[in-house]
């Protein structure tokens, strides 16, 4: 069978990391598949040489506009399906192909056109044009399910945010959770953490910036922390100055407040671009922040729970579901709450090590094994004329 994994937006941040941890799974299916992979050269580095039933093709389209987007996902991929006499289209980025001329499975995995949250927090006071847009994307993307043989969600929650817009059979949807980086478990083991009272408390996000990612309600937790005499320094690698959070509506207020005489001294913002640089910040860390309350699957708590950090989490549906008592929550836009919710896994040395061991018993059911095995077999039901499957939850 010959699948083509369409990637082209694979250029950063969790659609590029997905990609190459699953390339990393694929690669030791054996010589009944054979995988292509449709990546920006980034990308291509990375996985091109994994092994003999893995080839790349390289394109930079993912960095065009919407219109050329759509013409290459239905006139140059349609002419290539057909050239390289493809079984099954694997469509990783949201749109699907419309009438494809063999079996498709799509991959939606952008909650912000469907999140409830973000709409009524974010996206109302957006200028109209931005509005639109996103309009726009979430028909789009409902047109796709419904052109797609099957529709993949990294969560439960991101399927029922999609299904609050289109519908989506529950014989055509499939649910499969993501893994966790081997190579970053494995680099990442951590001692007990800092039981030193001489040294701050080292609380640890990882992010790229997003105004989604409720950095502010962050950085004011923080600051209500150091007010209240917590001893504590925040190592994040959300960083509203960054070149790409120009666009956000909250970056000049975010770089401010970090940059104010009462926080400066208690932050620190990191680039990392290794699997090592993050494993260290993993390793340093106490505590594990995540303001973040909309997001289709939070990657960095699957790494968390990993790695045994105790976590404080905002309360929202896909981060209940992937830790569940691995975690202590707080209201999403509530910094006060957010910092008694920090203040209280510091000093509560028993709840600590409940969160850790909850999340170490957690992150086993996150397999990047499972997830390319469940792909897999999706595929196969394609070749053994199967064409829906029972809605999977694990």
Not at 195 to 216: F, G, I, M, W
Not at 310 to 331: K, M, Q
């Amino acid at each position: 069978m010959r699948i083509l994994l369409n990637a082209v937006s694979a250029k950063m941040g969790g659609a590029a990391n997905y990609i190459k941890n699953l390339a990393v799974e694929l690669a030791g299916h054996g010589s009944e598949h054979e995988f292509i992979f449709l990546t920006p050269e980034a990308q291509a580095k990375s996985i091109r040489a994994l092994a003999p039933n893995i080839r790349v093709v390289v394109t930079n389209v993912g960095h065009a506009g919407i219109g050329a987007r759509l013409w290459f996902d239905n006139v140059t991929l349609r002419r290539l399906i057909r050239e390289e006499k493809i079984d099954v289209l694997f469509s990783t980025a949201n749109f699907a192909m419309f009438w494809c001329p063999c079996r498709q499975v799509l991959l939606i995995r952008n909650a912000l056109h469907f999140s409830p949250m973000y709409a009524r927090k974010l996206l109302a006071g957006k200028a109209m044009s931005r509005r639109l847009e996103n309009s726009l994307r979430r028909r789009l993307i409902c047109q796709s399910a419904k052109a797609a043989d099957i529709v993949m969600t990294p969560s439960k929650s991101m399927l029922d945010d999609l299904r609050l817009w289109c519908f989506v059979p529950h014989e055509k949807s499939l649910v499969n959770y993501y893994g966790v980086n081997a190579a970053l478990l494995q680099a990442a083991r951590r001692s007990s953490g800092n039981d030193s009272s001489s040294l701050p408390s080292r609380l640890l996000y990882t992010s790229l910036y997003a105004e989604h990612k409720n950095v502010t309600t962050l950085l004011r937790a923080l600051l209500e922390l150091v007010r209240g005499g917590t001893d504590c320094h925040l190592v994040t690698t959300a960083d509203p100055n960054w070149e790409q959070a120009s666009w956000t509506s909250t970056w000049k207020e975010d770089a401010l407040l970090a940059a104010s005489p009462e926080l400066f001294q208690h932050l620190e913002f990191k680039s990392p671009c290794t699997v090592e640089e993050t494993a260290a910040l993993y390793r340093g860390a106490d505590v594990f922040v995540y303001p973040s309350a909309v997001e289709s699957f939070g990657h960095p708590l699957v790494e968390a729970m990993a790695v045994g950090l105790p976590i404080v989490v905002a309360d929202a549906p896909v981060n209940r579901e992937l830790c569940r008592d691995a975690a202590i929550y707080f209201s999403p836009f509530d910094p006060a709450g957010f910092a008694q919710q920090i203040r209280r896994v510091l000093e509560d040395r028993q709840l600590r090590s409940c969160l850790i061991d909850a999340g170490l018993r957690r992150s086993r059911e996150f397999s990047w094994k499972k997830h390319a095995e469940i792909l897999v077999d999706t595929f196969d039901r394609f070749s053994s004329g199967v064409t829906t499957l029972k809605e999977t939850e694990r």
